[in-house]
C-alpha cells in the first residue's frame, strides 16, 4: 500500500481545527441517537454555550462564541452552516482512547451521513482486546466500512509498524477518516475508496468491521444493513474475509443481531458459512439489548431483541 497523499487545504483546516479543540481540552462521548435527542429538547439546551454544545450536542451558536480563528477553520473546511443568523458546525468531535475524532453533526439524516457514537466505543473495545490477546504481529490489516476510521486508527496506533487499509464506499466518510488519522498520528493508516475488499489487493492479518445492521427504510448506508432483519451486509464481509484472512489471520466483526423469539438467525447463518472450513470461531454479545426503539419498526414485529455482538474467526496457520 502506498503511503498517504498529503492533505488539501480544506482537510487540513479541519485537522487544525482538531488541535485547537484539543488544546482546549475538548472531550466529548457521542450517546445514541435517541438520547442526543432528548438531551437537546431539554428547555435551555436550544443554543450552545460551550464547545461542548458546539461540536459535541450539534447546537446552533452565535460567532462570538468560538476562540479566535475557529469559526474561520470551519469554513475553510466546508463545515459551517448559517441559519436564523446562527452558525451550526457540520461535523460533530468524540474523544476515543484519548484521541479526537471527527464525524457527522446530528442529526444524521443524510445519505452519506459519518456515523460515530457507543457501537464505535464497543467496536475499539473488541478490537483492542483481540489485540492484547493476539502473539503474533500484525503487518496488514483491514478496516472494512471504515466510516471515520476508529478501526483502523485504533489498530494503526497499538500496530505502528502495519500497514493499516481503510476502505469505504461514502468518500465523505473517507475523508473523515483521512483526517482522523492524520491527527492521531497514524502514518501509516490510508483511506481507499473500495467495496469491501474489492478495491484492496492480497491477504491481511486482520480484519475489522463495524457494519451496518439495521433495517432502515431509507436504505441510508450508515444504517442500512440489508436482509430481511439487517443482517445482510455483515454476512458478506464475513464471506469476504474469508478469502482474504492470511494463515494465522483474524477477523473481528462487531455488528447487530436481531433475536427473534429466542434465535439469533445471524449466528445460524454465520454458522453455516463457517461449519466444515477449519477456521476457529466464536460468538458473544456484548450487549444484549440497543437499539430498543427499533422494534417498534415493521421489519422486526417479530424480534425480541436486538444485541451487539461480536463474531471473531481466527484462519489456522
Known sequence: MSEPSPLSPPDSALLRLLG???????????????????V???????????LRDVFGWSRPFREAL??????????????????????????????????LFLHSA????????????PDTYRFAAAI??????????????????????????????????????????????????RINAAFAGAARARAVNSNLLTGVAGEFDLIVANPPYLVDPAKRA???GGGDLGAGLSLAILDSALERLS?????????????VKGEDPFRSAAAARLAGRGEEWSYREMDPDVFG?????????????????????????
Do not use: W
Open 66 to 99: 468560538l476562540p479566535a480563528g475557529m469559526l474561520a477553520l470551519l469554513e475553510e473546511g466546508g463545515v459551517l452552516g448559517r441559519e436564523g443568523g446562527l452558525c451550526r458546525s457540520r461535523v460533530r468531535v468524540s474523544a476515543l482512547e484519548g484521541v
Open 128 to 177: 483492542s482486546a483481540e489485540l492484547r490477546a493476539r502473539a503474533a504481529p500484525v503487518r496488514r490489516a483491514v478496516d472494512v466500512g471504515c466510516g471515520a476510521g476508529p478501526g483502523g486508527i485504533v489498530v494503526a496506533r497499538a500496530c505502528p509498524e502495519a500497514e493499516v487499509a481503510m476502505v469505504d464506499i461514502n468518500d465523505a466518510a473517507l475523508r473523515l477518516a
Open 40 to 50: 437537546n429538547g431539554r428547555p435551555g439546551n436550544e443554543e450552545a454555550r460551550d
Open 293 to 317: 426503539e427499533e422494534l417498534e419498526a415493521e421489519a422486526y414485529r417479530e424480534a425480541d431483541r436486538i444485541a451487539a455482538v461480536v463474531l471473531t474467526v481466527n484462519r489456522r496457520k
Open 247 to 259: 494463515p494465522g489471520g483474524t477477523l473481528v466483526l462487531y455488528t447487530g443481531a436481531a433475536v
Open 20 to 38: 485547537m479543540l484539543e488544546g482546549q481540552g475538548y472531550r466529548f462521548v457521542t450517546p445514541t441517537p435517541l438520547t442526543h435527542a432528548r
Open 106 to 117: 446530528y442529526p444524521t439524516t443524510g445519505a452519506d451521513a459519518v456515523f460515530f457514537g
Open 222 to 224: 450508515y444504517r442500512h
